[in-house]
């Protein structure tokens, strides 16, 4: 699997963007789905993630009811919606795929991930 991400970009606080992941080599409906990121200096931290069948959605408590997690079987492509923006959103976005496979469910650990895309940047000014 290969990501092309994009979307990224600068936006003041309240700000939204929409961040894509499209997919190659693979088909993002045979993994559960994830998102993490990584602000300067600090290690990459987990986002959000969606289970193999889309039945389930997880948020970081940093961004629950602001972001959204969604896929497109149709393109193979995953989506991250970002609303209200703050700058303590600023960081590089990574889209990724688990090899844990847990019907109903999706890990917030980025050990079991793999494949990741080339990262996107979000910068959120005050």
């Known amino acids: 699997l290969t990501f092309v991400e994009s979307g990224g970009g600068s936006v003041q606080s309240g700000g939204s963007l929409r961040l894509s992941c499209a997919a190659s080599g693979g088909n993002l409906k045979d993994y559960p789905i994830g998102w993490f990121r990584q602000a300067p200096g600090k290690e990459r931290e987990w986002v959000s993630c969606?289970?193999?069948?889309?039945?389930?959605?997880s948020y970081a408590d940093s961004v629950k009811g602001r972001f959204t997690i969604s896929r497109d079987t149709n393109t193979n492509t995953m989506y991250l919606q970002l609303n209200n923006l703050s700058p303590e959103d600023t960081g590089v976005y990574y889209c990724?795929?688990?090899?844990?496979?847990?019907?109903?469910?999706?890990?917030?650990?980025?050990?079991?991930?793999?494949?990741w895309g080339q990262g996107t940047q979000v910068t959120v000014s005050s």
């Open positions: 969606m289970s193999v069948h889309g039945d389930y959605t």
């Open positions: 990724t795929v688990d090899r844990l496979i847990q019907p109903g469910k999706c890990s917030p650990l980025k050990l079991t991930y793999d494949y």
